[in-house]
């Protein structure tokens, strides 16, 4: 079979953006590991003036700016001198989670627009203050998920709203790797706040829930063990004594309509997977082979499991292909295109909100040993 089913969901590529004639101040917020996708997305816009870098660690945010040969750049301590020093179209905040929330607030409240790196923060109730700087700012802010650009990602969303599926009940979902604990800002609660969850796991949380629309959490039962990253035998010992985030956690959460989402991700595991994506719906169920956690995409050709003349069939969904620039360009530009368009941001806080609820809850509930019930404040 498959040609019919297979047709609905043809590959469509990518508009590649157009010159507005405005160029953009930019300033970049944190100039470590991940800056280096959002300065070199900048460097390729004609419409883009990077005016001004900050990092806490001095002389940091100027060694970035030689590395790029980007020169007349202010440079600032923290985010506070260079938002307060400058007229800004925009930031990229890409410091660690603990600062995700202070730079964006602070940002949002003096008019300027964001890119805030994954995950959007620590908590709920700081998700929430950003949301409520947010509103009051009318300014955009947009969360840095760029897998969500990738085709293969838009696939699973368009297989599930098409309705081949029928009515989603079930999802399993997350992923891991059998060694794979990054180290740096990365493992400890005063820079990450949180571990795998937070690197990783939002992920493959954004790869389901935004395919079925962004339902509410309701309930969480949650489990999170740091029984690698902490142990010298499977860590090096100087990463092993800091560790104080969660290299695995699982849980159990009842969403909104009645769907249950089965989710585990690790850092580092004795096993290579947790095992696969899956979707299981009233008239078919989708299976997303697993990565190897987390590069942005899927594992290999997706499966749509259904019945069709009385006969169960099986219809493989072929990988796509990325065309153009690449997901970081993307991301990047489709959140100048909002705000030079004035349009909604491309990944919006209402649905990374409950991303970042599902994970503190799983904190929350691991800690208590017991379900509880997702409280989110009014924005
Ligand atoms: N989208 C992706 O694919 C992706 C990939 C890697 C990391 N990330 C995210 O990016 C964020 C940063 O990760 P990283 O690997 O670049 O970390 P990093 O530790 O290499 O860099 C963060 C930098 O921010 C600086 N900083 C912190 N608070 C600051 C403040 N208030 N003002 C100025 N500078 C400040 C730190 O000094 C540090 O140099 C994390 O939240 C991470 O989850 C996203």
């Given amino acids: 079979m498959s040609d019919a089913v297979l047709s609905q969901f043809t590959q469509q590529v990518e508009e590649e953006k157009k010159d507005s004639g405005r160029k953009l101040k930019v300033g970049i917020i944190g100039t470590g590991w991940i800056a280096e996708s959002h300065i070199e997305s900048y460097l390729e816009m004609d419409d883009v003036e990077i005016v ?8 940091k945010a100027e060694k970035f700016a030689a590395r790029y040969g980007v020169e007349g750049v202010h440079f600032y301590p923290s985010h506070k001198e260079l938002i307060d020093n400058e007229q800004l179209d925009a930031v990229s905040v890409c410091t660690y989670n603990m600062t995700h929330a202070e730079c964006t607030i602070y940002a949002l409240e003096h008019g300027v627009n964001v890119l805030l790196e994954k995950p959007m923060c620590v908590t709920t109730e700081e998700a929430v203050e950003i949301m409520r700087a947010e509103k009051k700012s009318g300014k955009i802010l947009s969360i840095g998920f760029q897998p969500r650009l990738d085709e293969n990602m838009k696939m699973v969303k368009k297989i599930v709203q098409s309705g081949v599926l029928g009515d989603i009940y079930y999802i399993q979902t997350g992923g891991g790797r059998r060694r794979g604990i990054p180290n740096s800002t990365f493992i400890e609660q005063k820079t990450a706040g949180i571990g795998a969850m937070g690197d990783i796991g939002c992920y493959s ?9 962004y339902p509410k959490p309701l309930t969480v039962t949650g489990y999170t063990s740091g029984f690698f990253g902490a142990n010298p035998k499977y860590n090096n010992p100087a990463d092993a004594a800091r560790f104080d985030v969660e290299d695995f956690a699982a849980a159990f959460v009842r969403l909104e309509g009645g769907i249950i989402l089965d989710f585990r991700i690790a850092w580092a595991m004795h096993i290579d997977s947790p095992g696969d994506t899956v979707i299981l719906g009233t008239e078919g169920a989708l299976r997303i082979p697993a990565t190897e956690c987390w590069n942005g995409s899927i594992g290999g050709p997706m499966t749509i499991y259904s019945d069709m ?6 219809t493989t969904i072929p990988v796509c292909e990325n065309r153009g620039k690449g997901l970081f360009y993307k991301k990047v530009r489709s959140f100048l ?22 994970i503190d809850h799983i904190v929350k509930s ?5 379900e509880i019930e997702v409280v989110i404040p009014e924005i």
Avoid: R
Avoid at 205 to 213: E, F, P, S
């Fill in 309 to 314: 003349a009385g006969n169960q069939v099986e």
């Fill in 337 to 358: 295109d909002a705000i030079l368009e004035g349009g909604e941001a491309p990944v919006p806080t209402s649905q990374i909100l409950y991303n970042q609820a599902i």
């Fill in 52 to 59: 001004a870098m900050a990092d806490l660690i001095p002389g």
């Fill in 366 to 370: 691991a800690k208590l040993g017991k």
């Fill in 205 to 213: 949380l954004d790869m389901v829930l935004n395919a079925i629309g």
